[in-house]
């Protein structure tokens, strides 16, 4: 049995800061790796706080998800890392916008972490529906 996988790479969201690809396509699923608040047009963290950062988080997460022809409101699950809980609620209101997931929030686990990548406060990951 052969299992096909395709790798999304989109221009509209920030390079990958590794060797890894920005989402993966397998088995009518979309998994993408834990997106940070990067601008991708200049590479540079957003400024602000929290709010902000989600805000960016959430957009670039929509961006690869529109190359991989899926969207946020068919995630079925995320991983929210976050730098201090202290951000949570702040955190969760962004996310709990409905111009990200609608009404259909995917099931998720958040995590204090002890660094994420260039320091920033807040990094997600998804997995969605194809």
């Known amino acids: 049995m052969t299992h096909a996988k395709k790798v999304v790479q989109?221009?509209?969201?920030?390079k990958a800061l590794?060797?890894?690809?920005?989402?993966?396509?397998?088995?009518?699923?979309v998994f993408c790796a834990g997106q940070i608040p990067?601008?991708?047009?200049?590479?540079?963290?957003v400024e602000g706080?929290?709010?902000?950062?989600?805000?960016?988080?959430?957009?670039?997460l929509r961006a690869v998800l529109k190359?991989?022809?899926?969207?946020?409101?068919h995630a079925v699950k995320t991983t929210v890392f976050l730098k201090s809980m202290d951000s949570f609620a702040a955190m969760n209101e962004v996310y709990g916008l409905p111009e990200y997931f609608g009404s259909s929030t995917p099931?998720?686990?958040?995590?204090?972490?002890?660094?994420?990548?260039r320091d920033v406060m807040v990094e997600i990951e998804v997995v969605a529906l194809a």
């Open 10 to 14: 989109t221009d509209a969201a920030p």
């Open 18 to 29: 590794g060797p890894y690809s920005q989402a993966v396509v397998a088995n009518g699923l």
């Open 38 to 45: 990067l601008d991708p047009a200049t590479g540079d963290i």
């Open 49 to 60: 706080g929290i709010a902000e950062q989600t805000h960016q988080v959430l957009k670039n």
């Open 67 to 73: 190359a991989a022809g899926s969207d946020l409101g």
């Open 107 to 117: 099931a998720r686990s958040t995590v204090e972490v002890a660094r994420l990548p």
